[in-house]
């Protein structure tokens, strides 16, 4: 006989998930004739629950939600997150909202009939009415690479993007480049306007029509090197704030006849494995985006356990990976 979920006893008592799991974690806010109500369906079904993190002192499960997952670095934060919660014998799950309301809404009801221990946002906004709904059910809360500002009592981590963003400008103009394009990441996310402060900080004067809007995405990374190579006075260097965007960029140059970098230097920000395996391997910015992951699990199954977390702002350092992706720029006798 198949195991009834809190999802199926809400739907025969015709109240909603929310209602059942405050039933089961005997909430004093639920009117007595449907409390007795609740309570006799989960007899009738011999509903058993999954012991709670207060029964057995340790976490059991926790979720971890993206808006996509259609980026190689999804890949290294869910391989962060998992290497930490295998070894602490806690079960993950990894979900996709793609931004839209209704998904939300669905993964939220998902979460109530498995009785999740934590949630890790990875580049969330975490919107008013989800964060609220989580705090009434007091479950712990951390988000990676947050889209705003998130609320000061939920621990985030992320990477020094600004850092990173400089570092990388600093190695370019120290090759030689003064005409350096830049394609930016979203610009709702902190970490995108962090890495576009850090260039504009790494040059003298600043050129905006240098500048492309991105998204991450390889597409955008071809659309905006396409762009900035058109351009009658081109830039002798694209500074892309993502690796995918980067390799965009390769193709980008490739199709308009030039070679990296003997006519173009590109550097990238990340260090996915696919930067090591480009042709040639890409100079990038390393986040340590597996190392991120491994950080916010380890800080969710703390807060699952009761523990204050004493640093509720963390930024793990950046590192300049140098490769042959970047070179001095070609002098006019080298271009004639």
């Given at each position: 006989?198949?195991?009834?979920?809190?999802?199926?006893?809400?739907?025969?008592?015709?109240?909603?998930?929310?209602?059942?799991?405050?039933?089961?974690?005997?909430?004093?806010?639920?009117?007595?004739?449907?409390?007795?109500?609740?309570?006799?369906?989960?007899?009738?079904?011999?509903?058993?629950?999954?012991?709670?993190?207060?029964?057995?002192?340790?976490?059991?499960?926790?979720?971890?939600?993206?808006?996509?997952?259609?980026?190689?670095?999804?890949?290294?934060?869910?391989?962060?997150?998992?290497?930490?919660?295998?070894?602490?014998?806690?079960?993950?799950?990894?979900?996709?909202?793609?931004?839209?309301?209704?998904?939300?809404?669905?993964?939220?009801?998902?979460?109530?009939?498995?009785?999740?221990?934590?949630?890790?946002?990875?580049?969330?906004?975490?919107?008013?009415?989800?964060?609220?709904?989580?705090?009434?059910?007091?479950?712990?809360?951390?988000?990676?690479?947050?889209?705003?500002?998130?609320?000061?009592?939920?621990p985030t981590i992320g990477a020094t993007n600004w850092a990173g963003g400089l570092s990388a400008t600093q190695h370019l103009t120290a090759l030689g480049h003064r005409r350096i394009g830049f394609i930016a990441g979203p610009k709702n996310l902190i970490c995108s306007r962090a890495r576009l402060d850090g260039y504009r900080t790494g040059l003298e004067t600043v050129d905006e029509s240098l500048i492309r809007?991105?998204?991450?995405?390889?597409?955008?990374?071809?659309?905006?090197?396409?762009?900035?190579?058109?351009?009658?006075?081109?830039?002798?260097?694209?500074?892309?704030?993502?690796?995918?965007?980067?390799?965009?960029?390769?193709?980008?140059?490739?199709?308009?006849?030039?070679?990296?970098?003997?006519?173009?230097?590109?550097?990238?920000?990340?260090?996915?494995?696919?930067?090591?395996?480009?042709?040639?391997?890409?100079?990038?910015?390393?986040?340590?985006?597996?190392?991120?992951?491994?950080?916010?699990?380890?800080?969710?199954?703390?807060?699952?356990?009761?523990?204050?977390?004493?640093?509720?702002?963390?930024?793990?350092?950046?590192?300049?990976?140098?490769?042959?992706?970047?070179?001095?720029?070609?002098?006019?006798?080298?271009?004639?």
């Amino acid at each position: 006989m198949a195991r009834v979920t809190i999802a199926a006893i809400a739907r025969e008592a015709g109240v909603s998930v929310p209602t059942v799991s405050r039933v089961l974690n005997g909430r004093a806010d639920v009117a007595p004739q449907t409390r007795e109500l609740v309570e006799n369906l989960l007899k009738e079904h011999g509903y058993r629950r999954r012991a709670s993190r207060q029964q057995t002192g340790k976490a059991a499960l926790v979720d971890l939600v993206f808006n996509d997952l259609d980026s190689p670095w999804a890949v290294e934060l869910i391989r962060g997150v998992e290497d930490v919660m295998h070894a602490a014998g806690v079960g993950t799950v990894v979900s996709a909202v793609h931004r839209r309301s209704t998904a939300t809404r669905q993964w939220l009801q998902n979460l109530y009939a498995r009785q999740s221990d934590g949630v890790i946002f990875v580049t969330s906004d975490l919107n008013t009415p989800v964060y609220a709904e989580l705090q009434r059910l007091n479950i712990p809360v951390v988000v990676i690479d947050p889209a705003g500002g998130a609320p000061m009592d939920i621990p985030t981590i992320g990477a020094t993007n600004w850092a990173g963003g400089l570092s990388a400008t600093q190695h370019l103009t120290a090759l030689g480049h003064r005409r350096i394009g830049f394609i930016a990441g979203p610009k709702n996310l902190i970490c995108s306007r962090a890495r576009l402060d850090g260039y504009r900080t790494g040059l003298e004067t600043v050129d905006e029509s240098l500048i492309r809007q991105g998204d991450f995405l390889y597409e955008s990374g071809f659309a905006g090197g396409r762009s900035l190579l058109d351009l009658p006075d081109p830039p002798t260097a694209i500074f892309a704030s993502s690796d995918t965007m980067a390799l965009g960029v390769y193709e980008a140059a490739r199709h308009r006849g030039l070679r990296v970098p003997d006519d173009l230097s590109v550097i990238g920000f990340d260090d996915l494995p696919e930067a090591r395996w480009a042709s040639p391997p890409l100079t990038t910015v390393r986040q340590p985006l597996a190392e991120m992951g491994g950080l916010a699990a380890r800080t969710a199954l703390r807060m699952a356990q009761g523990d204050d977390i004493e640093t509720p702002r963390v930024e793990l350092a950046t590192e300049l990976v140098v490769r042959d992706s970047t070179a001095p720029p070609r002098t006019p006798a080298q271009v004639s």
